[in-house]
């Protein structure tokens, strides 16, 4: 157990829920982010004790400040809000739809990121796990066939990793920076998901391991849910 603070974008449904929802069970006070309060609400008041609704929508400059100011000590940042939109070939695909995604994909992480980094650096133990996902990987199209379907999607998550690597290189050894590839989940987002296809709560796990990595643990990398590192 550990008595870390951490942040979960995103977190008032699906994969960011669980995260925070696993963060709790580790013994961590969690700041579920929602952008809708009502909603983030709803899940604060189901997971109990030890969350707290952070009101934060990651495309907006001031919902990200004013939330910055409400917060006073940070050890892990969960950067876990996504969208995808379309789900087209690039010659499908539209810059509108592109610009929406990589707005919260991407811009949103880096923007959240900024905010919250004098928090973090005052952690004993900074961690930054980014939410991706395998369909980014450029150098794994034989494990992740490269269907050339959702585009868009994928190359907002391929800029997040690249995002990672070079945060990770930036911010040093103290600072554990990581990319995690949370695997096929059922969630609002995956509309083509079957009821075969893994639970929310599966990928948790992973987000965890990359929460709590010891200060020995790697950073720079991208894992997926199950610590299976994976190609850029
Ligand atoms: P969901 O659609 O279930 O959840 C997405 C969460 O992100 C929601 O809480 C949503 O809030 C929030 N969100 C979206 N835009 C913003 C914003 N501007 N500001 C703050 N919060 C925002 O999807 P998942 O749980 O599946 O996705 C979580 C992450 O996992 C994403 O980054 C996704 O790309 C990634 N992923 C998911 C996979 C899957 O199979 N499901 C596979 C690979 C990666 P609201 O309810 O208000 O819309």
Same mark, same amino acid.
């Given at each position: 157990m550990n008595d870390s603070t951490a942040l979960v974008t995103g977190a008032n449904k699906?994969?960011?829920?669980?995260?925070?929802?696993?963060?709790?069970?580790?013994g961590c006070t969690v700041l579920l982010g929602s952008r809708d309060a009502e909603r983030g609400q709803r899940a604060v008041d189901e997971l109990g004790g030890g969350a707290r609704l952070l009101v934060l929508d990651v495309t907006g400059e001031d919902s990200i400040a004013a939330a910055a100011s409400r917060v006073e000590r940070l050890d892990i940042l969960v950067n876990n809000a996504g969208i995808s939109v379309g789900a087209g070939t690039p010659a499908e695909a539209t810059a509108d739809e592109l610009r929406r995604m990589y707005e919260t994909n991407v811009f949103g992480v880096l923007a959240v990121t900024n905010a919250f980094l004098p928090l973090l650096r005052r952690s004993a133990h900074p961690r930054i796990v980014n939410v991706s996902s395998g369909?980014? @990987?450029?150098?794994?199209? +034989?494990?992740?066939?490269?269907?050339?379907? =959702?585009?868009?999607?994928? =190359? @907002?998550?391929?800029?997040?990793?690249a995002l990672t690597l070079y945060y990770a290189q930036a911010l040093g050894d103290g600072f554990k920076v990581n990319a995690l590839a949370p695997g096929l989940r059922r969630t609002d987002l995956n509309a083509r998901a079957a009821a075969s296809d893994g639970d929310p709560a599966e990928a948790a796990?992973?987000?965890?391991?990359?929460?709590?990595?010891? *200060? *020995? +643990?790697?950073?720079?990398?991208?894992? @997926?849910? *199950?610590?299976?590192?994976m190609p850029w």
């Open positions: 699906g994969i960011g829920k669980e995260i925070a929802r696993a963060l709790l069970a580790a369909t980014a @990987s450029l150098n794994g199209a +034989g494990q992740f066939p490269v269907t050339g379907k =959702s585009a868009g999607y994928r =190359s @907002s998550k391929a800029a997040l990793n796990a992973g987000a965890v391991r990359l929460a709590l990595l010891p *200060d *020995d +643990g790697p950073t720079g990398g991208f894992f @997926s849910w *199950d610590g299976t590192p």
